[in-house]
């Protein structure tokens, strides 16, 4: 039964000699950046290439929270777009993202937490984006399984409530987005690596992958943890991109007790129910670079303590399989995402760390405007490499919940 299924896009197609634009990495973003080269600007000759599977990266191993509270001013606008887009692109692409908006829920621990969160929500209240300060009271209310005890470590002072934030199934986002960009022309060629990217007098010329050689005047690089390895190895580019691991994992099913995503910086755990009933939790990243996707007990057992100290009603229940993943992360936690820069028809996506699913479908949109056009669209300029060479880093670091790669 299983060999007569086909994937949702279609039988492996041929490698061709030439495609108008080649994107490296079979993950959300250039899935995204694929189909909406082929919806929007009419470019259906483009191959994504895909070393393993599509969703072998972060991709399908991301805990599916989508939000748009970000720090700046930068950033808010530009998660807001892709929250907007998955009740949009679920019709588009006639499949079910299984868009879940039931809102995020970030605790505070501290009177200083309280104020920097209140300076969080005036920015995204500004910015157009529904957010609000809770006490601890109203807190509960939302969260009833909630710890207010002060007799833990982090006693909760209150919550910053995000309500249109929440989860979406991030393979049916992989799947979707394959489905419809190649149902547009677009090639997806899983099994295949990118291995050499060919230039000639300061312009791309074309891509070696492990199936021979195309000829192609634009190439992006989306891949993941990958990104700054890949560009480094075939380019000589350096980025500054530090790769750490990140574990997550789920609990055996429960019956319903969580409504919100809910996460804690002091902590370094957030948690959310999913439609399955299991409690998906994820937190820190491993303290120091490195490639593997091994899981550790020692993050295993910190999730238990922490999620059992503001839930207790989670105490005795078992984790039922756990995962890694690649984060990489730049030094002011956004992402860089540039073209044309240093070479005609080379364009980069990357440093999306832990946040980059949220983000992938405004993300691809706009990265796929930029490469039929030329022309960096607004929303993206702030984002470029050069800004760490004229000291113009994003205060995305200032969020309330963050992890830097040197903590
Ligand atoms: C455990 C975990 C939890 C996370 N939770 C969240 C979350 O809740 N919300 C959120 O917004 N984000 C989250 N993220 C981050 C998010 O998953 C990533 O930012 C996002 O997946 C990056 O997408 P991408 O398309 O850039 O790359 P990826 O999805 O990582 O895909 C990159 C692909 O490139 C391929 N590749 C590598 N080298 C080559 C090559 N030479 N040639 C061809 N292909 C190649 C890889 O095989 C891979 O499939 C999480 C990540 C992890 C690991």
């Not at 309280?114 to 929500?121: G, H, P, Q, T």
């Not at 199934?169 to 295949?192: C, E, N, S």
């Not at 691809?364 to 030329?374: F, H, P, V």
Request: include cysteine; aromatic fraction near 8%.
């Amino acid at each position: 039964m299983f060999g007569t299924k086909k994937p949702l896009w279609g039988p492996q197609p041929e490698q061709k000699k030439h495609y108008d634009a080649v994107l490296i990495g079979g993950g959300l973003h250039n899935l995204a950046t694929a189909y909406y080269l082929a919806k929007e600007h009419g470019m259906t000759n483009v191959a994504v290439v895909e070393k393993r599977f599509i969703g072998f990266g972060g991709a399908g191993r991301n805990t599916a929270i989508v939000r748009a509270n970000q720090r700046t001013q930068e950033n808010v606008p530009l998660y807001k777009d892709a929250l907007d887009l998955w009740p949009q692109l679920t019709k588009e692409l006639d499949f079910n993202l299984m868009f879940n908006n039931c809102g995020n829920v970030n605790l505070m621990h501290s009177e200083a937490a309280m104020k920097a969160a209140r300076m969080n929500v005036s920015t995204a209240q500004f910015l157009g984006v529904e957010s609000h300060v809770l006490d601890a009271k109203q807190t509960k209310e939302l969260v009833p399984a909630l710890n207010l005890s002060q007799d833990i470590t982090h006693p909760i002072h209150g919550s910053m409530y995000h309500p249109p934030g929440g989860i979406v199934r991030h393979d049916a986002v992989v799947w979707g987005l394959a489905k419809g960009a190649a149902k547009l022309g677009v090639d997806i060629l899983q099994q295949t690596e990118a291995q050499g990217i060919s230039t000639r007098q300061g312009k791309v010329t074309g891509v070696d992958t492990s199936r021979g050689h195309i000829s192609t005047p634009k190439v992006m690089v989306s891949a993941g943890g990958y990104s700054a390895g890949i560009i480094s190895h075939l380019l000589g580019l350096k980025l500054p991109i530090s790769v750490l691991t990140i574990q997550a994992m789920v609990t055996q099913p429960l019956k319903p007790l969580l409504n919100h995503v809910v996460s804690s910086g002091a902590y370094h755990v957030y948690c959310n129910q999913t439609l399955k009933g299991e409690i998906a939790t994820g937190a820190h990243m491993d303290p120091w670079p490195n490639y593997t996707t091994q899981v550790t007990a020692r993050y295993i057992k910190h999730q238990a303590e922490a999620l059992t100290e503001f839930l207790p009603c989670l105490r005795g229940v078992k984790f039922m399989r756990a995962w890694g993943g690649l984060a990489d992360m730049t030094p002011d936690m956004a992402p860089i995402m540039d073209g044309n820069d240093p070479l005609d028809g080379f364009f980069m996506n990357c440093g999306w760390g832990y946040f980059g699913f949220k983000s992938s479908t405004a993300t691809g949109r706009y990265m796929a405007e930029y490469m039929a056009t030329g022309e960096c669209p607004q929303r993206l300029r702030p984002f470029t490499f050069r800004r760490y060479e004229q000291h113009k880093l994003m205060g995305e670091t200032a969020a309330l919940v963050n992890y830097t790669p040197d903590n």
